[in-house]
């Protein structure tokens, strides 16, 4: 069943409102911010201690489309799957949702019922999708499928993709990680190594490296198994890791495993604080409201996909948010600023 919403504006309205929804969006991370006098640019956050920096959704839906998300793991999993969610609720649109859906067979199910039921919009969120979206999309052509993370269309004028280019902040946190760091041994419990999973990995490994520390790197071969996640963290520790980090829905076996040794925490893909309020140091949260505004602009133009889209720090798709119930040294958080700042002009490379 569709929610009910109310009467959209007319369509140049409803652009004025989402130029307005994005704008304000950017700016909230800015007034949130309590760092240093550097800290300007809405792709870096601090949250007040106790709050989360969090996304507001906007008073009326930017858009009179309907959508539909697909996605792997729960709406609330603090990872992969609430970064879309949050970022579709930015917006002020009321999805609907499938989620849990680790089995592709299930997730291809919804994607199809969803296009065979009229939805304008759906989002097949997760690289795993791919081959039932290749099958599926060109059955409907009327419906736009949105696809991540991915590089490629698959050659389908009604599919866009979507990616974060996540070793820019996951290099931002390895330096800051190396920082803090006393051991100089850092651990990353990685998922499967692909997708963004693997940009993360890759940058993170690189920053914390220019810095002198060195990275344990393991892959559990799953995106959701919690108990796997524990496991590689625990042999982290083991192996005189004193800062964990880690990509993916099963992450918050990690993050248990951080809060019981008073070990630091790197999140990325949404924001983790709320998991280990006085361990985690910072998240790099996927903003994908940024680069969904422009095309839901597209499909009621009538252009229903062939374009792919990149989360960055410069277009503020990746906001790096700094806990503040973390005490970081001001001196290791205005580096952190200096990098991005040198990723985005070109000066540092991630090596990804």
Known sequence: ??????????????????????????????????????????NVATSECGTDSSFDEATEP????????VAPSASQDLAFTQSMVDAVAALGIEPQITDGTFQ????????????DSGVDVVIAHG????????????????????????????????VFAYTPAADQGGYVMGTVAAAISESGTIGMVGPIDAGDA???????????ESAGANVNVS??????????????????VGAGADVLTGTAQHV????????????????TQANQESLAPELVVASQVYH???????????????????????????????????NGCYELAEDVKNGALETIDGIIDGSISTGA
Not at 219 to 228: A, C, E, H, K, R
Not at 291 to 317: H, K, R, S
Request: aromatic share 10%; proline share 4%.
């Open 198 to 208: 693997a940009l993360y990995v890759d940058g993170f490994v690189a920053g914390a």
């Open 219 to 236: 892959f559990t071969g799953s995106f959701g198994d919690v108990p796997l996640a524990t496991e590689a963290a625990t042999a982290h």
């Open 252 to 267: 918050v076996g990690a993050i248990n495993v951080a809060s019981a040794n008073d070990i630091p925490w790197f999140g």
């Open 62 to 69: 930017v858009t009179d489309l309907s959508v539909a998300i």
């Open 1 to 42: 069943m569709q929610p009910q919403s109310s009467p959209a504006p007319a369509m140049s309205t409803v652009r004025v409102v989402r130029n307005l929804v994005v704008l304000l969006v950017a700016l909230a991370f800015v007034a949130a911010a309590c760092g240093s006098d550097d800290e300007e640019a809405s």
């Open 288 to 322: 994908w409201e940024v680069v969904l505004a422009d095309i839901f602009d597209q499909v009621e133009a009538g252009t229903l996909g062939g374009e792919v889209y990149e989360l960055t720090l410069e277009n503020n798709g990746l906001v790096i948010e700094f």
């Open 104 to 115: 592709v067979e299930a997730a291809a199910e919804a994607i199809r019922g969803y296009a």
């Open 127 to 158: 690289t795993q999708f791919g081959g039932s979206l290749a099958e599926i999309a060109p059955d409907f052509p009327e419906t736009s499928f949105v696809w991540g993370t991915s590089s490629e269309t698959q050659g389908l004028d009604n």
